[in-house]
């Protein structure tokens, strides 16, 4: 069995070594806990990575993981609720913007919720998902979020597709084609509405997205045990087409790369942290085991941007 496992890392070392060399292990996941992690958010505000995802015949959870005065992980579970009931929904995508969390659930769409846990409950009230204004219909399979340059407050949700996981988009430009949107959302807080201001078309298979302040797009692809990539779109490479939806969005066209980093299998949502990139992976999760015997158990962090 040692020498087994001995040859399992040889192989996983060589295949990604570049990548490894360039990532750095922020924290290690509680990968034994039942919970197949899906989404990852930064909150700046008190230094804490929040984790999302599902369970076997159980409530959804996340999962808090902040290092205390003594840099001791200390790692909190809560399950969610939706109107009072438990909640079972995939959890894709996760992200912390201004004191709130918005939880991305591919069809059932976006939860908005105070990012304040009572700590002494264990469980977490999601409510209902907020009204997305927009032409183009998609699944909100991933999240990310930020203010920007005006202060608004921008969410940006995109949706997976493969021969499994059919979307009802398609997108056809000089000669290519997409089946999968990225729609960026302003949000009316009064309202607590979504509308939509431009659309992505984007490859199949992404799990995740990232924008960074120097305009770079970093797309994370995975799927089951195949290397993951993430695709760097730096400005250059963000083509504007002559399309718009029919309430008026831009529609960009993701399909030619800055760079393509190959990555172990089953990276999912992305963040940014002090310009870097974060991610997680579900490898080493008790429902695929294999990033137990590699070590691939933590969020990691790695640069993208131009600025790097």
């Not at 409510?127 to 930020?146: A, E, R, W």
């Not at 974060?278 to 695929?288: D, R, V």
Request: glycine letters at 8%.
């Amino acid at each position: 069995m040692t020498t087994i496992l001995i040859i399992i890392n040889f192989i996983f070392s060589l295949n990604f070594r570049t990548f490894l060399g360039e990532r750095t292990k922020l924290c290690t996941l509680p990968v034994n806990s039942g919970l197949v992690f899906q989404g990852l958010t930064w909150n700046e505000d008190n230094y804490t990575y929040v984790t999302v995802g599902y369970r076997k015949n159980k409530p959804s959870q996340i999962c808090t993981l902040k290092f205390d005065e003594r840099k001791k992980l200390v790692t909190k579970f809560y399950n969610l609720k939706s109107q009072g009931k438990d909640f079972f929904g995939h959890s894709g995508g996760i992200e912390y913007l201004d004191g709130m969390l918005y939880l991305a659930n591919e069809s059932t769409g976006i939860f908005a919720f105070s990012a304040d846990f009572d700590p002494n409950s264990s469980e977490i009230e999601i409510g209902t998902p907020l009204k997305c204004n927009s032409d183009i219909k998609t699944k909100s399979s991933f999240i990310y979020g930020k203010k920007d340059n005006d202060g608004r407050k921008v969410l940006y949700a995109g949706e997976f597709s493969n021969s499994h996981y059919k979307t009802s988009n398609f997108f056809y430009w000089k000669g290519k084609s997409h089946k999968a949107a990225l729609v960026k959302y302003v949000l009316q807080e009064e309202s607590k509405e979504l509308f939509a201001e431009e659309v992505y078309s984007i490859p199949d298979q992404i799990q995740g997205c990232a924008f960074l302040d120097d305009g770079t797009i970093v797309l994370s692809e995975s799927w089951s045990l195949s290397p993951s990539k993430f695709h760097i779109y730096r400005n250059e490479k963000i083509e504007l087409t002559d399309m718009t939806t029919k309430d008026g969005c831009k529609i960009y066209f993701l399909d030619e790369e800055s760079e393509i980093k190959s990555a172990p299998p089953m990276s999912e949502d992305l963040d940014v942290k002090n310009g870097k990139i974060i991610y997680l992976s579900e490898l080493a999760t008790n429902k695929y085991i294999l990033g137990k015997f590699v070590g691939e158990n933590g969020v990691y962090s790695f640069s993208a941007g131009e600025s790097f």
